[in-house]
């Protein structure tokens, strides 16, 4: 399946250390930028997450839980 292509702009140092980076990685620049912003992608996902993670232990209320034993209790029938 062939991807779409994003035309962009890099300041001339930005992309000379991305270049720098793809040759000592032995890919193209463009493997390069894909690689990069799938880390970034990743990060901001990442970041989303311990932010919820956050804001739930904040409202975390430990009586309420359910013990082990409780949860997986089998229902007799």
């Known amino acids: 399946m062939a991807g779409k292509r994003i035309l962009t702009r890099l300041d001339p140092v930005l992309h000379e250390e991305v270049a720098d980076a793809a040759?000592?990685?032995?890919?193209?620049?463009?493997?390069m930028v894909r690689r990069?912003?799938?880390?970034?992608?990743?990060?901001?996902?990442?970041?989303?997450w311990a932010?919820?993670?956050?804001?739930?232990?904040?409202?975390?209320?430990?009586?309420?839980a359910l013990t082990h034993e409780q949860v997986w209790k089998q229902e007799e029938t």
Do not use: Q
């Open 36 to 48: 990069l912003l799938r880390l970034g992608l990743d990060s901001v996902e990442d970041e989303y």
């Open 51 to 64: 932010r919820v993670g956050e804001e739930h232990l904040a409202t975390w209320d430990g009586s309420k």
């Open 23 to 31: 040759r000592a990685c032995g890919v193209s620049v463009s493997h």
